[in-house]
């Protein structure tokens, strides 16, 4: 069956308790926050973004960049067209206004959670949650923040599945920011495993597709450790 194509604002249920990701209630109707796909289930529906920013919701966790400090906010980078502020209140301990940039600099990256956006899209976020911190290891990749449900899975199934064959950390932020931690020969491969997911979201099959180009990905990577090997013995 052939998905509808909506914009923001249109309705897309008469039903309240159907509204999914994607989608707002306005009076007894459910409509479209975003443009894309309706994707209607039993218990759901949904809008599938097809392109566009990261928008902002409460209880998104999201990897930010340090951009400014102000006399009691650091300014976050959400890749958003809306920045986020975190004020000295929601930081993981009480600390002194004047000592702020001890803590958080600018270009330190951070894991926050959204804690409330405004009508005026006034950001707030805290790190006052578990998890949250600054990260001071590892690398960043950043994708189409549309293409991110595909990176997670359903209930999570495709981040598990990267992490237990490439062996690795991740955290997947709902902005469209990855982290990702370990050997660097990890991290390369686990970049080039979203980049292929990032590419191929909308393809069917795509778990297995994923599997088969981890599994080419390592072969290629112990033919070679196999023949650094022979070349030293040589």
Request: charged letters at 25%; hydrophobic letters at 40%; glycine letters at 8%.
């Amino acid at each position: 069956m052939e998905r509808k194509i909506v914009v923001p604002g249109d309705v897309v249920s008469d039903n309240i308790k159907m509204s999914g990701s994607g989608t707002y209630i306005r009076g007894d109707e459910v409509c479209a926050s975003v443009y894309g796909l309706v994707n209607a289930g039993a218990r759901y529906v949904s809008v599938i973004p097809l392109s566009g920013k990261y928008i902002p919701h409460a209880n998104d966790r999201v990897i930010g960049i340090i951009i400014e400090t102000t006399h009691s906010n650091w300014i976050v980078d959400i890749n958003s067209p809306y920045d986020g502020l975190l004020h000295v209140s929601q930081y993981p301990r009480r600390i002194e206004l004047e000592d702020m940039k001890k803590y958080l600099k600018v270009g330190d990256c951070v894991l926050v959670l959204v804690k409330d956006v405004d009508a005026a899209m006034k950001v707030e976020l805290t790190m006052r949650d578990k998890e949250l911190r600054r990260l001071t290891d590892g690398r960043i990749t950043t994708i189409g923040p549309t293409k991110m449900p595909r990176v997670i899975g359903r209930s999570g199934s495709m981040i598990r599945l990267l992490k237990s064959i490439i062996g690795c950390g991740m955290f997947v932020g709902q902005n469209g920011r990855v982290w990702i931690s370990g050997s660097e020969d990890r991290i390369d491969l686990a970049i080039q495993a979203i980049r292929y997911i990032e590419a191929n979201a909308h393809t069917p099959g795509l778990t297995d597709r994923v599997q088969a180009f981890l599994k080419a990905k390592e072969k290629t990577m112990q033919s070679r450790i196999h023949e650094s090997r022979d070349n030293e013995e040589w």
